[in-house]
């Protein structure tokens, strides 16, 4: 019953190119998104988020849409750099009772090649 | 600024003994989270102080796991007696504000391994 499916476990760019990755939910109660990034031995960096109001939140080179009606939304690295070789994790929250716990998915890792 | 600090990065222990985790959170950060992400799986939510108290621990596994946060400062997480499914890595996470979406800074983590 995992409520947020990242459903490609591997993603392999070249530098300069467009990255995307992927991101899923099943539970329409969530309104607030996030992608964290990871490097072995290191604990999530958070990267970008959004709201549930919204459909597009944008940092530099990092975009993230979501599709409400498709509970889809996705991060694009524009452009990617070795650098932002990592696992990347997609992450949803709604407030329940004061407590906002994030729900991961499993994770994508990606791969820039110089 | 510190970020939050997680005590010890690796621990090894046999079936049946008992281990205690600490995490430091960020100075001023109320909300604190613990998070276990089993080998392969994802990051799954254990529970979430708020201050000294605990606001939800609806993501404990089951009555091994005691966790505490006396003075609302630090956090403890004890697992007795670790069993060999209790493996993964745990992560602390804290947050300033409460009721209110923020993002959460997490901890290295603490890898343990249950033998």
């Known amino acids: 019953d995992q409520q947020v499916k990242q459903n490609s476990p591997s993603l392999s760019v070249q530098e300069g190119r467009i990255s995307i990755l992927n991101c899923d939910y099943t539970?329409?109660?969530?309104?607030?998104f996030l992608w964290y990034k990871k490097y072995p031995a290191e604990g999530p960096t958070f990267l970008i988020s959004?709201?549930?109001?919204?459909d597009k939140n944008e940092d530099g080179r990092f975009t993230v849409f979501l599709n409400k009606s498709a509970k889809h939304l996705s991060l694009h690295i524009v452009p990617s750099q070795p650098g932002d070789s990592a696992v990347y994790f997609c992450a949803a929250s709604y407030d329940q009772g004061g407590s906002e716990k994030l729900v991961f998915g499993k994770g994508t890792k990606l791969t820039v090649n110089p | 600024e510190a970020g939050v600090t997680q005590f010890p990065s690796h621990s090894v222990i046999e079936k049946g003994q008992t281990v205690t985790l600490r995490c430091d959170p960020i100075s001023g950060h109320d909300n604190l989270y613990w998070y276990r992400r089993v080998m392969g799986k994802e990051i799954k939510f254990l529970l979430h102080f708020v201050k000294e108290s605990k606001q939800d621990e609806s993501g404990m596994p089951n009555n091994r796991f005691l966790a505490e946060r006396t003075g609302g400062t630090y956090s403890t997480l004890k697992v007795q007696p670790a069993e060999l499914e209790d493996s993964g890595v745990y992560f602390c996470?804290?947050?300033?504000?409460?009721?209110?979406?923020?993002?959460?800074?997490f901890g290295p983590g603490t890898r343990l391994t249950v033998l």
């Open positions: 539970n329409s109660m969530f309104d607030y």
């Open positions: 959004i709201s549930s109001i919204k």
């Open positions: 996470a804290s947050s300033r504000l409460w009721g209110a979406y923020n993002e959460q800074f």
